[in-house]
Structure formats: C-alpha cells, structure tokens
C-alpha cells in the first residue's frame, strides 16, 4: 500500500460513455438523464457522459447531464485533438463541476501501427492535450490508451509529462483487458516508483474484462496506490465489459481487511436499483449469477445452505442482502390506496416524478393494475413506472391486442395501434405460428418495421396467480441488435409491448440517423471516429 495515498477511493463511472458504446446498449437522452439521476443518488464521484466529438448526441447527452447533476463532477472524453478538446470543453461548460478527459495511446503497438507516431511525438502531443484542455478547465484527467501494454519506462515519462502539464488525474487503461492482478499491480508500483511528481495527481484505473479480471485487476491497482477507479454498473462496456461497479464497491466494503481500509463513498443499498435501472434501460440482462447484483446472488437453494442461513445468515453470506438494496416483496398497495400513498411509495422506491407524472401513472396504468391484481409489490411499481417513462420516444403506442387461438387451428392476432404523432390510429390482422408470432407479423404490417428476434424470455415480476409477466427480446435490424421489453399481467400483451418497443427504438434509431446526416458536413466528420479507449 503507497503510504502516501489516502483510504478514500474515488469512483469514477463509465456507463454513459464506455457502457453505451456496448453493443445493444445505446441510450436516448431520456434514458442517460435517468441514469445520471440514478448515479448521483448512488453516490459516485465522477460521471463520465460521453465523447462529444463522435455526435451531435452525444455532445448534448454531455451538456444535459453537465446541467441535470450538480454533486458529481461530470466528464468529457476527447482524443489529443484540438478540436475535440474544444468540443469537450464546450459539452461541460454549464456543469457545475467539470472535468475534460483526454487520451492518446501509448503502446508499442498502438504507437507503430494506429498512430504511426515515435515516443517523441506522444510525448509532445500528450502535454500539448492537457495544456489545452487545461486552459478550459481545472480538472483535467489525461489517459495514455493501452497503458497495460506501454513499456514501464516510457509510461512514467508520459505520465510524468503530463502532471507537469497539469494533469490532476493521471488514468491508466487496461483497453484491450491484457493485464493479470499482479502485473498490472507491477505497472502501478513503478509509477509510484519512478514518478517524481505523482503525489500531484490521482492515479486511476480503468480495466477491461476480455479475461474476465476487470475487477482484480482494478482492486490490486488499488493495493498499490490507485485512488480512482474507472467502473460501469452491471460491468457493461466494450467488448467483455468494463469492471463492475458493483464488484468494486462491495468488495472494498466487505474485506477491508484485504484493502488496507480502502473505501468508497458508495451508497450500497442504491446498488441494486440502480443496477436493475441500467439493466432496463439498456435492455441488457444481468445474468442469474451476476455477484452482488444477480438474482440468485443471495439465493439458497441447497438445503444445507438454507438451514445454515436461517440459523446464522453469516454462515454462508458474506454481505447482508438489504446492504446492497435487496428486500424481500412486500405487499404495499392495492385497489384501495390513495394517491398519496403511491406518490410517498415512488418516493421511496428513489423515483422522482413530477405531480402530472404521479397523476397520469396513478389513475392510468396504476388503477388499471390494481383492478387486475389485488396485491401490488414494490416490484410492480417499478415495472410500472420504468415501462411507462423510461421507454421514450415513442412512436407507436399499443391500444390493443385480441387473439384467436384453437387446436389444429391458424393462430390471428388483430393488432391495434395509436401514432403518438398524428395522433391516428391504424388496425391490421396477421396469421403466425404462434399466438405471439402473429402479434409481431400484424405489428410489421403497421408499422412497415420487419426485425429479426433474436432472443424471446418471459419471468414473472412478481409472486401469486396474478403475477406480472415480463418479456425482453432482442432482435436484428440489418446489422445492429435492439431490446424490447415489456410488463403486463397478460404474456401476450407483454410480448406486443416488447415488440413494440423494439420497433420505436429501431425507428428513433432511423431518425437520429437522418438528423446527423442532415447536419452534413459536421455529421460526416464526426463520424468513423475510434470510439474505443
Ligand atoms: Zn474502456
């Protein structure tokens, strides 16, 4: 442990920027704005929301968010590139903390055959990046990309460089996920080692998870003296992932010992929400056996085990599932409560709505829900409010399904839809394999959008008879993946809100697509950027 760091560890948050460049992860405005909300709750420190310079998007992703939060700092990424030093600078300008984020590869590899540059020439371009941006802001991170693969000596000349420059946060990046715990430890130690002026500066980590070591790597980084590490909640990002949040933050919790006392100012009992938050927006599901997060994360299914648990729960948990934001279902609402309860529920569920959207959610889909299922759990309340205000922009809204089924008989499904635009409504038939099948067929005859599913689960939400059904797909439009998902009491309709969902974001997709094009030539430029780091 460097004597000379500090316990306190600085989370710095990735999702909106290395997490959404994930394939099938991609987020509109309305979404990455609920997740920084999300975050800033959660506690981090630092949220990374985009790379301004790639699109129009993802500049004004930045400036939203930079306007929305205002504990975190927020931070923009850019190449060693004037112009996108600019751009970031100008993307965090209303923030009330900002931070410019520049990179520029360091490796052998990277230096021969990507950027054609000798050492010299990273070198000077290095503190030329952080002078600029530093002439915007105080608080500039710089990161030599592929850090894990530069050789040591000339690392800690470029680092030392550019804490000279004013550097206040020097992140090395394990981009490809090539490092091991303990030679990633080595590169951390020869900093520490052969950087004068490393003191000035929090060293940083950022670790991909391509060998599955993004978190061990990160934390033994942390052994040898980093005091910021780069995460994404759920682990999602680049290729395999970055290093989960999650795993980073309980772990420091739960072995101090094993950390030298190393924490976070993580609010842990937001972990969970905010993972199922991401998981939803994203339409990326965490699988089962995710650690903290997963559902069976806490789950006892041996008898052995379950005994042991119910004797002394420490016997075979490590960490108290309520820390980490899990809780049992427990019946809150039903056909008879007020709006005032719903609203203080929201409240507590860590939903901020306004009064109109408590309004709309209470005497629409709440009541409705109410009506069908006596019980309401917290957990349908969250399905409620996620599937009526995260799913934004919508084109196409669902008004109705009928379904005629028998044996040896076709299956048809009469599909029913409302143009939220025109404000029409447009009604077809379509035969199928399959009940389900014949909803999606009548869909693609409405609305002219043919997808390819990919992958179809249903789980219930919920407990009892009346249990709330999910369903997420994914499915192929050309080349690119999108996720659906949608919650009902009935699977049908459950399946047509997916599909449904699926063919809005498919068509926001087309449309964001006409506006870059239309910007021209500023569309043109931005575009086939290297988005990886
Ligand atoms: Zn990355």
């Known amino acids: 442990m460097a004597a000379k760091a500090g316990k306190r560890v600085l989370v710095f948050d990735t999702t909106l920027r290395d997490g959404e460049q994930s394939p099938g992860a991609s987020m509109n405005l309305t979404e990455k704005l609920e997740v920084a909300r999300a975050l800033d709750l959660l506690g981090v420190d630092i949220i990374e929301a985009g790379f301004p310079i790639t699109s129009p998007d993802d500049f004004e992703a930045v400036r939203a968010v930079g306007r929305e939060v205002k504990r975190p700092t927020v931070a923009a990424l850019a190449r060693c590139v004037a112009k996108d030093i600019d751009r970031a600078a100008e993307a965090v300008r209303d923030a009330a903390k900002p931070r410019i984020h520049v990179f520029l590869a360091t490796s052998r590899i990277h230096r021969e055959f990507k950027l054609r540059k000798a050492r010299s020439e990273i070198l000077r371009l290095s503190v030329e990046g952080v002078r600029r941006a530093k002439s915007a802001v105080a608080d500039v991170q710089f990161s030599p990309e592929d850090a894990a693969r530069t ?21 090395i990046p394990d981009t490809v996920g090539w490092a091991t715990p303990d030679g990633f430890r080595r590169v951390i130690e020869h900093l520490f080692e052969h950087v004068p002026n490393i003191a000035r500066a929090v060293i940083a980590v950022h670790c991909h998870d391509d060998l599955g070591m993004a978190v061990a790597n990160s934390l033994a980084a942390v052994q040898a003296g980093a005091r910021q590490v780069e995460c994404t909640v759920n682990g999602i990002g680049e290729r395999a992932g970055n290093a989960a949040l999650e795993e980073i933050v309980m772990a420091l919790a739960t072995r101090p010992d094993a950390f030298g006392g190393c924490r976070t100012a993580v609010r842990t009992e937001r972990l969970y929400p905010t993972s199922r938050l991401v998981s939803r927006v994203t339409g990326m599901v965490v699988q089962r056996n995710k650690a903290v997060v997963g559902e069976n994360a806490f789950a006892h299914e041996s008898g052995i085990h379950a005994d042991g648990v119910l004797k002394e729960r420490t016997t075979y948990e490590i960490m108290d599932p309520r820390a980490v934001g899990l809780k049992t279902s427990r019946l809150v609402l039903g056909k008879h409560s007020g709006r005032h309860q719903f609203r203080q529920r929201l409240k507590e569920l860590g939903f901020r709505l306004t009064s109109k959207q408590v309004d709309d959610l209470f005497f629409g889909p709440f009541k409705e829900l109410a009506d069908r299922k006596k019980e309401v759990f917290d ?20 008004v109705g399904i009928q379904v005629a089924t028998g044996t040896g008989g076709m299956p048809t499904a009469t599909v029913e839809l409302e143009n939220a635009e025109r404000r029409t409504r447009v009604r077809d038939a379509a035969t199928g394999d399959g009940p389900v099948d014949a909803i999606f067929r009548a869909m693609e005859r409405l609305t ?22 999910e369903v997420r797909l994914e499915a192929q439009c050309g080349k690119r993946t999108v996720a659906g998902r949608g919650v009902s009491t009935d699977i049908l309709e459950a399946s047509a809100k997916a599909y449904l969902m699926a063919i809005n974001r498919t068509l926001a997709r087309r449309m964001k697509k006409r506006r870059v094009n239309r910007k021209g030539r500023r569309g043109r430029q931005a575009s086939g950027k290297s988005k990886r780091k």
């Open 448 to 469: 002219g959008v043919a997808l390819k599913l990919a992958d179809y689960q249903i789980r219930s939400v919920t407990g009892g008879k009346e249990a709330q059904g």
């Open 379 to 398: 957990e349908d309340i969250e399905a409620l409010v996620e599937n009526e205000l995260v799913t934004a922009p919508e084109v196409w809204r669902l």
């Open 151 to 171: 050789e040591p000596d000339f690392l800690a000349e470029v680092v030392e460089a550019v804490i000279a420059a004013g550097a206040t946060t020097v992140n």
